[in-house]
């Protein structure tokens, strides 16, 4: 995303990533209490901004498992960055195969049913899991990424010893 790029070339990325995640939670979090069922234009609003500091939290993403394959390989000597974004992928697959049995059963629990009018209970079911379900965990990886250590400064000395070992 352009903002990313942009925001990196004078921020830190990883303080962006955690910190678009816990904006991420509060903007999730202000749309399930602020939006009514007759405030269109502003759950579009609300949208709009939650996708927009969801989408500068992918190129971070990306990059923080290349910068780990790196600081693995300085670490032990061993690069391994197959099996860093074979894993990744595979625990995306993984992790869409139960997010797709949890949504069903949540769409159960609340009651939801097709091709019908749909009852206030499943309505709040239904904004829950746009909103607060989702929040709560944008919220647990904005908190987890105070402990991811590879920064902008602590990755530019690993590329650099990393450069030195090779010639």
């Given at each position: 995303m352009i903002a990313t790029t942009w925001i990196t070339k004078f921020w830190d990325k990883i303080k962006m990533f955690r910190y678009t995640q816990i904006i991420t939670f509060i903007l999730s979090a202000l749309m399930y209490f602020s939006v009514g069922r007759e405030n269109l234009?502003?759950?579009f609003a609300f949208y709009f901004l939650i996708n927009f500091f969801c989408d500068m939290q992918m190129?971070?993403?990306w990059s923080s498992i290349a910068e780990a394959v790196d600081y693995g390989e300085k670490?032990?000597?061993?690069r391994v960055s197959g099996l860093a974004f074979g894993g990744i992928l595979f625990f995306q697959k993984f992790g869409m195969g139960i997010a797709g049995g949890i949504l069903g059963f949540l769409l159960s629990h609340f009651g939801y049913q097709a091709d019908v009018e749909q009852s206030a209970r499943s309505l709040t079911g239904i904004a829950l899991?746009?909103?607060l379900i989702p929040a709560l965990f944008h919220l647990a990886v904005g908190l987890l990424m105070?402990?991811?250590l590879i920064n902008n400064e602590y990755y530019r000395d690993i590329q650099l010893a990393l450069a030195q070992k090779q010639a």
């Open positions: 234009i502003l759950a190129p971070v993403f670490k032990t000597g061993l899991m746009m909103t105070k402990k991811y």
